[in-house]
């Protein structure tokens, strides 16, 4: 059984602050991972991939992957009320003909 | 990234009746499509996978028979659910995949059914 864990949260933090959000996985062989944001009564919206260990950063997000320890991470500076959302951790063992295998999500919200 | 409607955004209907729900990938073609389903207040559930020309691989306790979809096209996909009852309730979100986004899925705005 492929896993995907998330602390389901809620995570809270004031605003400004960095948000860590985690997120384990079972299976070794998985290749690529993708973070996405869902707003309550929306659908899930991409907002960053990640493929080789290490961090990769664009804008206030920063994913971070650690194969070795099979875990991947999003972190969120100066967490804004407007990235109050369920983040979703997502990861593809291997081809897009193959559905992602999803996490439960997390619950962020930011506290003004 | 890919961009993916989904028609109706809307519907109500009463029990018994069927809707169809349309999937379209408007930039880019798309050799699979995903649907899921997702109750409130819970996760994302995968009901099939729609691979163009093929029959849908549906997952463990989806009814294939009751959740018809059909992948006639490289841009379009439909979910349709027959004889609908209240517990189908439910929103339905289709996501794409192909070409250049071989390993990304995109997710269209999702379609909100309410059966009476």
């Known amino acids: 059984q492929k896993e995907v864990e998330q602390n389901s949260g809620p995570l809270s933090v004031p605003e400004g602050a960095i948000a860590s959000l985690n997120c384990t996985y079972s299976?070794?062989?998985?290749?690529?991972f993708f973070w996405y944001r869902q707003y309550s009564g929306k659908s899930p919206e991409l907002i960053m991939s990640?493929?080789?260990?290490g961090d990769k950063e664009d804008g206030r997000f920063t994913a971070q992957l650690n194969k070795a320890s099979q875990y991947v991470s999003l972190l969120i500076r100066d967490s804004q009320p407007s990235d109050s959302a369920t983040y979703l951790c997502?990861?593809?063992?291997?081809?897009?003909?193959?559905?992602?295998?999803f996490g439960k999500g997390t619950r962020l919200s930011v506290i003004a | 990234g890919a961009v993916v409607s989904q028609h109706p955004s809307w519907v109500i209907c009463k029990s018994g009746t069927s809707v169809k729900i349309e999937c379209r990938s408007l930039?880019?073609?798309?050799?699979?499509m995903f649907w899921y389903r997702q109750f409130p207040k819970q996760s994302l559930m995968l009901m099939a996978t729609?691979?163009?020309?093929?029959?849908?691989?549906?997952e463990q306790g989806v009814e294939k028979d009751k959740f018809l979809i059909n992948h006639a096209s490289l841009t379009l996909s439909t979910l349709t659910v027959t004889s609908a009852h209240p517990e189908d309730s439910s929103f339905y979100i289709c996501?794409?995949?192909?070409?250049?986004?071989?390993?990304?899925?995109?997710f269209g705005p999702g379609t909100r059914l309410l059966v009476l």
């Open positions: 996501s794409v995949a192909g070409g250049v986004y071989q390993e990304t899925q995109y």
């Open positions: 299976d070794r062989v998985s290749q690529s």
């Open positions: 990640i493929y080789s260990n």
């Open positions: 997502a990861v593809n063992l291997n081809s897009g003909n193959t559905p992602l295998v």
């Open positions: 930039d880019f073609q798309a050799t699979t």
């Open positions: 729609s691979n163009e020309g093929s029959k849908a691989t549906y």
